[in-house]
């Protein structure tokens, strides 16, 4: 009997073999072939300075954790005062999408006027009031308007706190003790015209040129919250701080509406939804340390004298050189803030 001789496999049926051959290794390693894996999506967040700038902490927060939650879905990075010093020119990115996400950080009526409002002095006179309003309807009203006409998405509203006075010079104890000093301001109309309103010179200034304007006795001071006194080291060119409560720092971060657009909305919410965590991580480490025992605890040992003025001669001043021009500007708002006063 003749030997049969295996006759050679057919083109098609190798192919199959050798599909079933790579189908088999997929299921044993669990990867997906290259081609089929989803590249992650990147967000890059600015900020002018690091951590431990209350800002900061609570931004790099946010990156970290929207990495892990999105189990790498979504890869956030966050440079603070490495990209850009300058509240203006992290904005300007975002807009362009050049970064995804950043804040104005003090410099917000700077850049969004509309947050304007919140800045008039002593027209916020408690850290709830401002809560209900920018975690309500007029929050809403402002993530829309910043859309329109900006080409950004709110993430969330926090804020800095009130602002007190610190100067080398001396205590603040009524209005008339501020006359003659040049106090750095942001460089916003409402800042300078409060710090003008109420008896000093307004020094209009972004932040990144403060320390060495203070160093250079180009300024006499300028106003920060208790929460950034230390990590922005102004103790060290300062002797005085007074507890003027004069502004309150609300601020915003937000992201490039066209990455915000190309997020899934499960990436969406996810992101909000850590903001608001965020949100929440900033704003009491600002609230909870606003007090006169609590910047007597932090600056005292570091050589500064504490002091907190009756602030009543300082909102009557705002009350009648500041308020009236932005009671018209911001008619709109205007109820709403004094509705929700605490």
């Known amino acids: 009997m003749a030997m049969s001789v295996p006759r050679p496999l057919l083109p098609a049926r190798r192919h199959v073999l ?8 997929i299921l044993a390693t669990g ?3 290259a081609f089929a894996q989803a590249q992650p999506k990147k967000l890059v967040i600015a900020h002018i300075v690091p951590s431990p700038e209350s800002g900061a902490v609570a931004l790099e927060w946010l990156a970290r954790t929207m990495t892990e939650r999105s189990k790498g879905e979504v890869v956030v990075d966050f440079h603070g005062g490495t990209l850009m010093t ?17 804040t104005p950080s003090g410099a917000a009526a700077t850049i969004f006027p509309e947050m304007g409002v919140f800045l008039v002095p002593y027209l916020i006179s408690a850290y709830d009031q401002s809560y209900k309003l920018l975690n309500g309807n007029v929050g809403d009203k402002l993530d829309k308007i910043f859309q329109q006409k900006y080409g950004v998405k709110v993430v969330y509203f926090f804020d800095y706190g009130f602002r007190h ?17 040049k106090i750095r301001t942001q460089p916003s109309k409402v ?7 109420i008896g000093a010179v307004a020094v209009p200034l972004g932040w990144a040129e403060v ?11 300028a106003d920060l919250p208790v929460v950034n006194m230390v990590p922005l080291k102004a103790y060290e060119v300062s002797k005085y701080y007074s507890m003027t409560g004069h502004n309150y720092g609300s601020t915003v971060v937000v ?12 990436q969406q919410k996810l992101l909000l939804d850590t903001g608001r965590e965020a949100q929440g991580m900033v704003r009491h480490a600002t609230e909870s340390i606003d007090s006169e025992a609590s910047a007597k605890a932090l600056l005292e040992p570091l050589g500064m ?26 008619a709109e708002l205007w109820d709403l803030i004094t509705a929700a006063q605490g």
């Open 31 to 33: 990867k997906a072939p």
């Open 86 to 102: 300058k509240e203006i020119d992290i904005l300007n990115a975002v807009k362009a999408g050049n970064v995804s996400m950043g």
């Open 191 to 197: 800042f300078t015209d409060t710090v003008n309103g």
């Open 255 to 266: 992201i490039n509406l066209a990455q915000w657009n190309g997020l899934t909305p499960a």
């Open 165 to 181: 006075i610190w100067n080398s010079k001396r205590a603040i104890n009524e209005p008339r003790d501020l006359r003659g000093l």
């Open 211 to 221: 320390i060495t304007a203070a160093q250079q006795k180009v300024i006499d001071g």
């Open 18 to 25: 050798k599909a079933a051959a790579g189908l088999a290794g």
């Open 305 to 330: 004298t504490v002091n907190v003025p009756d602030r009543a001669p300082f909102k009557k001043l705002a009350e009648e050189k500041v308020w009236p021009a932005y009671q018209k500007q911001y």
